[in-house]
């Protein structure tokens, strides 16, 4: 079991910045990626981006390419989302989640690929 806690959202004005924290516990030694999602009023919900937990390598979505980074402290056992240059449109219910076992090099994109997730955090960007 990997228990998963995010933290960090809030309401922010668009071209402001956010860092979300996503911290897990448990069998986080079994984790190969961890990833982070949002969800919409109304929408499916939507990959974002996802970082290796060992090696660190990272994959986004094209909505977030030049404006959010994924990073891991893994003495920390915790995955950061810093997003940058805010839009409207960013706003929803940030998750993150893990995927245990398989490859160590594979980022999984699709949310059905992932095992454990928290419980979200409200990101609102207004003004």
């Known amino acids: 079991q990997v228990q998963l806690v995010e933290s960090g959202g809030g309401l922010v004005q668009p071209g402001g910045s956010l860092r979300l924290s996503c911290a897990a516990s448990?069998?986080?030694?079994?984790?190969?990626?961890m990833g982070w999602f949002r969800q919409a009023p109304g929408k499916e919900r939507e990959f974002v981006a996802v970082?290796?937990?060992?090696?660190?390598?990272?994959t986004y979505a094209d909505s977030a390419k030049g404006r959010f980074t994924v990073s891991k402290d893994k003495a920390k056992n915790t995955v950061y989302l810093q997003m940058n240059s805010l839009k409207p449109e960013d706003t929803a219910v940030y998750y993150c989640?893990?995927?245990?076992?398989?490859?160590?090099?594979?980022?999984?994109?699709?949310?059905?690929?992932?095992?454990?997730w928290g419980q979200g955090t409200q990101v609102t960007v207004s003004s």
């Open positions: 989640a893990a995927k245990t076992g398989g490859s160590t090099y594979y980022m999984p994109t699709s949310r059905y690929e992932y095992g454990y």
């Open positions: 448990g069998r986080t030694f079994s984790s190969r990626a």
């Open positions: 970082i290796t937990w060992s090696g660190g390598s990272t």
